[in-house]
């Protein structure tokens, strides 16, 4: 079994009880979960890879616009699996049933974060949970 980790961004929050339970119906186990918000410093960490892109602030001022809820979960090809349920960044290039085409706007309100590689769960579960979680 592999960690991964998700996060459901301001807009898409009150639907969490919601995306627990098809998390749960999809075979994942939740391990910990956390409501927070992300502060300036945080947010750089995180998306340190989109930093210089032209959308960062749009994105910065949207994920500091509310609360967030982190998830990390556990499952067989947890990330694969994860990043397939979630969808595609844009939630019209989704298909029917994949999380962002139910919760997400559009491409800058998609409605949730899921890690993309197994490199990255360790670092952003750390960055939000904090060390050896």
């Known amino acids: 079994m592999e960690k991964t980790f998700m996060i459901i961004k301001p807009h898409a929050i009150k639907y969490r009880a919601e995306i627990l339970l098809r998390l749960i119906d999809d075979g994942y186990h939740i391990l910990d979960t956390k409501f927070f918000n992300f502060t300036d410093d945080l947010l750089e960490k995180f998306y340190a890879c989109h930093v210089d892109k032209s959308f960062f602030i749009s994105l910065k001022n949207y994920m500091k616009s509310g609360q967030c809820f982190a998830i990390v979960l556990k499952k067989d090809k947890a990330v ?6 979630v969808g595609p ?3 019209k290039d989704c298909r029917l049933n994949q999380l962002r085409s139910i919760y997400g706007i559009n491409i800058d309100y998609n409605g949730l974060h899921a890690t993309d590689k197994k490199s990255n ?5 750390d960055l939000i949970f904090g060390v050896a979680k």
């Open 80 to 85: 694969k699996d994860l990043r397939e349920l």
């Open 121 to 125: 769960v360790r670092g952003e579960i």
């Open 89 to 91: 960044t844009n939630p």
